[in-house]
Structures are given as C-alpha cells and as structure tokens.
C-alpha cells in the first residue's frame, strides 16, 4: 500500500496512524487523526462501515440505549441536524447514521474495505508498528490503535455436527445481507442473551415453527419503544451540551434517574410501585429504580423477584413461565431489553426448548439432537454471543517488546492501564478495551473519551518531541487491581456471564469492564494534565 500522508512522509514510514475496525471508535478516531493533520489509514474486514451495527444485521437488532444519547456529541452541527425516528434506533438506522457520519467528514477514502489485520509487530528499533493484512500487504505505523469493539468476536460453541446441517445456518453476528427466508419453515434459536431476545419475537411471525433452544433463562424487560416525539428531540437539542454533560454524570454515563432510595429500606407497596413505573418507562433504567440494586444481593432480589413475577403473568403456561424464569441475580449478566419476548412463548407456533432437561447432543444434517430425539429444522440462528472485550484483540497476532504475544502476556487475564494502554506495547491504544468502563456505558461517549484523551497524547507526544508512549508496569498492575477492587464492591463478579468470560470456554475468570465511567473520566483526565503519569515517554 502506497499512500503516504504528508505527515509520515521523509519519516520512512507509511502512516501516523493504523486504525483497525470501521465502527463507531474507528470512524472518529480516523477523523480525529485527520483533522489533526496526521496521516492515518482505516482496515475493516466488512465491505461497509458500521462495525456491531454493520454485523449484526438480523431482524429485531436494535440498540437499547435511546438514540438521543446513542449519537457523537463531537460535533455540534451532526447532533443538532441528525433526526432519529425512534427512542431506541434499529440497526438500519445507526448503520445510516454512521453511513453519513463516514460521507460529511470525508472519511471514506482512507478505510480500506474487505481487509482484515492479521497480526502485527512492534520493532524496537524504528519504534513503529508492522502490520499485516490478510491479503498479504505490510504497512508501517507509528501508532497501531484497536477500535476492534467489544462484543465483535463471534462466539461459536463447538457442536458435533454442525458442519452437515444442510439448512440455512447464521450467526445473529454475522447475518446474512440478503436476510434469510424464513417463511413457513421450522426454524431454532440457539441462545437467550440480547440477540436471541431480540430475534425471537420477530422470527416467530414468519416461521412456520419456532424453537428457542436455551441453557440459561436471561431476566428482560420491555423496551417500550415507540416514535421519537418530535417535540422531545427539539427540547432535548436545545439543551445538548447540558443534556450530554448530565449524562456523563451518571455511573453508566446514561440518564437513567438513578433512584435515591435503597430497596431495602422501601416496603413491599413502595418497591411495586417503583418497579412497576420503571417497567412501564421500559429500558435498561429498570435496575436504576433503587440506588444499591448492585449492592447487596438482597436488594437485588427485590428487582429480580418483580421480574419474575411479571414473567409468569406475562406466560399463559406456567410449566413455560418456570423455565423462563432466572433464580439469579438480575443485571449481573446483561440484563436484555425485548419487544415482547416473553409474550412469545404464547404463540402456538413456538417451543421452548429447556436444554437444562437434556444438553444439545449434536446436528444432523436435518436438525438438532436434544436428549435423545431429534427436533427437525429448516433453519437455525445461532445467537451465541461473543468473546468479549479481548477476543477481538487476542484474534490479531499482536506481538510487542522481545516479541512476546499479547495472548502470552494476558494468558491469565487482560492487563491494561486506563482500559487503553499496554505495557510492553508501546505506541497501541485499543479504544474501550477491557479495564474501561465499555459495555457498563454508553459506548458511544466512551469511545468519545478514549479517542479524545488518545488525540490529546498524540499532540502532546508531537509538541514534545516523543516518539514513543509506553504504560510501566507498574501503573498498570495498580490499574488491574483498582478495576478488580471497584467489581468485587458490587454484586457483579458474582453470577457466571459474558462480564467475566465465563462465556468462553477456558477464557481466564476476571471481571472485564470498570464500574463507573465519571470516575474513570477523572482518572484519565488527571493522568494527561500530570503529564502523563504511569507513562514512559521517550
Ligand atoms: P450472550 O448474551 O452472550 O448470549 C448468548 C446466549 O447463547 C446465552 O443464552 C448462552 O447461554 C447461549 N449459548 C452459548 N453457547 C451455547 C451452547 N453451546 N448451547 C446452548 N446455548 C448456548 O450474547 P448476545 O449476542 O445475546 O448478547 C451480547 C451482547 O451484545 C448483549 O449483552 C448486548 O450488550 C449486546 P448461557 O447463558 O451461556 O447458558
């Protein structure tokens, strides 16, 4: 690849800057590093832009953080012009929103489509970053950063057989663009997270059969989606700025109303009624109802009990509503936002299959074998899940000083400083990476964060004369125990999800993401105005 921005140039190297992955981090930190007259180089394995909402195509995806706050805030005019249609936007509308995000700031011409970062190396001597894609090319870069997402690695659980299934087969990840006809025919759902919760419902209205093969009962609560009243949209641009630093307030960075009181201080009438209210608002601010929801796992209890209650109102057969219903904590693993997911399992056409009862055995060429009998099927989704937070990262051969593989060095767990820095790989962000407050936020102004407080270390690197920024590993190990310390306050550590890698078979058991994004702000703030502590700068 020749093109050579007039930044590296004379510097014998090909870019500033090689970003990986063309979703909402990569977008703008390629915006970012242009802007800053940096020469910087986009690879994305889809042929689109998008990243999750380019990926996860299938019907029912949609996002469940209203769009109102699930949008850039760097730019005054995109927040003020952009119009979104509904309180929480489907994934065709995001995926449009980042369409014309790429187009307005004129970022298209420097993403390369169709090409995935297969590994890259840091040499020691020139202080840059070799990078190789699949098709075989190798670039240079001063700085590698990772906007490969969260929850982009795929997960796929080995099933005997599943390579002779002779149905249409899709992972909810990776959904075919020409959709998949469903229309009559017997189709299975494999998985009860987010997208099998989300997929359920909307499959049930066309397939001829529906089966929900599910391990583990996930808690939901309704959406209550509806239009963007326009009227609200208008209120809430006047006031943005605020609207937005509001936000960043907040634990999540979502405005959810955090409730003051504790439950466990409320009696049984004041907790109904503040459930209840929060259920009929819909969201993920139903565990914001009382202050300490993550505190103890009885206040907990409170919120997972009126669940429960809902869920066997809600389901007409009560052997159906038991296996629907957790006996977890609620929100520890992910708690799932649905459009009438429970309601489902009301229709004549639709099975729950409780695999606690007898494990998936293998696929025939005709369907799935569950304790000893087939079920036949035309089609099966795979809504399984993902890796998250590090496969995206161990899934490119990352190898820094003295060679050693970012998988050896984070065989027992990934080791960050800030979420973004890795010692002994200098000159690498990776942008929500495990240790930031990621998926227990508002991405969106996450990766707002991350890519404003990487644009700053850059400019500061430049004015200063630094080549190289490399975390000690000792402001490192502090960080790693301070992100354990901030879990193991709440209740969160405690159940098995995908916030702990108990999802992955052999995946190393620690608490991924850091609790509190305001918190996590102040810390990266008073990093970069002190000069960048916990850094090596030369
Ligand atoms: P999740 O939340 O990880 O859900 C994956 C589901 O797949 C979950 O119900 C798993 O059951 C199930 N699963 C995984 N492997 C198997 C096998 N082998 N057999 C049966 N069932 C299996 O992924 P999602 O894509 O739904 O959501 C990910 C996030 O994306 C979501 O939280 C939002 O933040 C957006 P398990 O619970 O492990 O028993």
Aim: aromatic share 10%.
């Amino acid at each position: 690849m020749s093109e050579q921005g007039h930044s590296a140039e004379g510097r014998g190297r090909d870019f500033d800057a090689v970003i990986v992955g063309a979703g909402f981090a990569g977008l703008y930190m390629l915006h970012k590093m242009k802007s800053a007259g940096l020469s910087a180089c986009v690879f994305e394995t889809g042929d689109g832009v998008g990243g999750t909402w380019y990926w996860n195509s299938y019907p029912g995806a949609r996002c469940d953080v209203p769009s109102m706050e699930y949008s850039y805030q760097f730019d005054e005019d995109l927040q003020q012009e952009w119009e979104w249609t509904e309180r929480y936007s489907s994934q065709g509308e995001i995926l449009s929103y980042l369409e014309h995000v790429t187009d307005r700031f004129g970022l298209r011409p420097h993403i390369r489509f169709n090409t995935k970062v297969s590994a890259a190396s840091f040499n020691e001597e020139s202080g840059d970053w070799a990078i190789e894609t699949d098709d075989g090319d190798q670039v240079s870069s001063q700085f590698l950063i990772m906007a490969t997402g969260c929850l982009s690695a795929r997960f796929t659980p080995e099933i005997e057989g599943m390579d002779s299934f002779e149905g249409a087969l899709a992972h909810t990840g990776n959904w075919p663009k020409d959709g998949i006809d469903v229309a009559g025919k017997r189709v299975g759902v494999i998985g009860t997270g987010s997208s099998g919760i989300q997929v359920a419902p909307m499959l049930a209205r066309e397939a001829g059969e529906l089966f929900v093969f599910q391990r583990s009962p996930a808690f939901s609560v309704p959406s209550q989606n509806k239009p963007l009243d326009a009227a609200e949209q208008k209120a809430i641009k006047a006031r943005y700025a605020d609207f937005r630093a509001e936000a960043k307030r907040s634990r999540a960075g979502i405005l959810y109303g955090l409730g003051e009181g504790s439950a466990l201080d409320a009696d049984a009438a004041l907790l109904k009624e503040e459930f209840e209210k929060r259920w009929q608002a819909g969201g993920l601010g139903f565990t914001a109802a009382f202050h300490d929801l993550f505190d103890t796992v009885e206040a907990n209890g409170t919120a997972a009990d009126f669940v429960r209650d809902k869920i066997s109102e809600i389901v007409k057969d009560p052997e159906v509503a038991e296996a629907l219903t957790p006996h977890t904590l609620i929100g520890c693993k992910r708690l799932c936002v649905d459009a009438g997911y429970y309601d489902t399992f009301n229709r004549e056409n639709v099975t729950l299959v409780d695999l606690r009862k007898g494990a998936i055995e293998r696929f025939t060429g005709t369907g799935i074998i569950v304790g000893g009998s087939e079920v036949p099927l035309d089609v099966v989704v795979l809504a399984t899940g993902f890796d998250a937070l590090t496969g995206a990262l161990l899934r490119v051969d990352i190898k820094g000083r003295g060679g050693v593989t970012l998988k050896e060095k984070w065989s027992e767990g990934p080791k960050t400083y800030l979420g973004h820095s890795i010692s002994g790989f200098p000159n690498l962000f990776a942008i929500t990476g495990p240790g930031s407050p990621s998926v227990l936020s508002n991405l969106v102004p996450s990766i707002e964060q991350d890519v404003d407080w990487v644009g700053r270390c850059i400019a500061h690197m430049r004015e200063h004369g630094h080549q190289v920024i490399e975390a000690t590993p000792d402001a490192e190990e502090e960080w790693v125990a301070h992100v354990s310390e901030v879990a193991h306050r709440s209740i969160y550590p405690l159940e098995d999800s995908w916030y702990v890698g108990s999802n992955v078979p052999g995946k190393p058991r620690v608490f991924l993401p850091y609790i509190g994004f305001p918190d996590f702000v102040e810390r990266c703030n008073k990093v970069a105005d002190q000069g960048y502590t916990g850094y090596g700068l030369s």
